[in-house]
């Protein structure tokens, strides 16, 4: 198998990861296999995942405009812990914050700065790129209390 071809193997066997766990409600992927749970640094990756797989063709442009769309819906949806940042865990069907038990948590478990600045990456890359989801992206951002996560120039969790 020429090195190309074991690649777009590997490529198409990553995504169909997703395609088996993306909950269709939500849009948004299990952290592991059918398991509904997940945390931003996992949203993260599948974001990313998703531009990616629309950059090489895996996906084309209405599937990668649907799946953002939605998955950025739902993160503009989340509850908030302290109504400030995304929670450490989420439960991708219900939205829920979670504990890392995929339990239901009323108040939240803290936020990760780490993690959130994970989800950073590719909402940036969304701005920039691709300024039909922009708008959503900013509805996202709005909402989150970035400056929260800094003390003294460092990133903090809690």
């Known amino acids: 198998m020429k090195a190309w071809s074991r690649r777009a193997a590997t490529s198409s066997s990553s995504w169909r990861y997703f395609e088996i766990n993306i909950e269709p409600t939500t849009g948004l992927a299990n952290a592991a296999d059918r398991y509904p749970s ?3 640094w996992d949203t993260g990756s599948f974001l990313l995942g998703v531009i990616s ?3 090489i063709g895996l996906i084309d442009q209405a599937e990668f405009d649907a799946r953002l769309g939605l998955a950025l819906d739902s993160l503009a949806r989340l509850p908030l812990f302290e109504e400030a940042l995304p929670n450490k865990a989420y439960h991708t069907r219900t939205l829920q914050m979670v504990d890392y038990n995929n339990q ?3 108040d939240g ?6 993690d959130i600045a994970r989800v950073l990456v590719p909402l940036a890359i969304l701005q920039r790129d691709y300024p ?3 708008p959503a992206v900013k509805r996202i951002l709005q909402r989150w209390d970035l400056e929260r996560m800094l003390r ?3 990133l903090v969790g809690t």
Do not use: E
């Open 104 to 106: 239901p948590s009323q």
């Open 38 to 40: 997940t945390t931003m």
């Open 53 to 55: 797989a629309y950059r």
């Open 109 to 114: 478990i803290g936020w990760s700065a780490l």
């Open 132 to 134: 039909q989801h922009a």
């Open 152 to 154: 003294g120039g460092q």
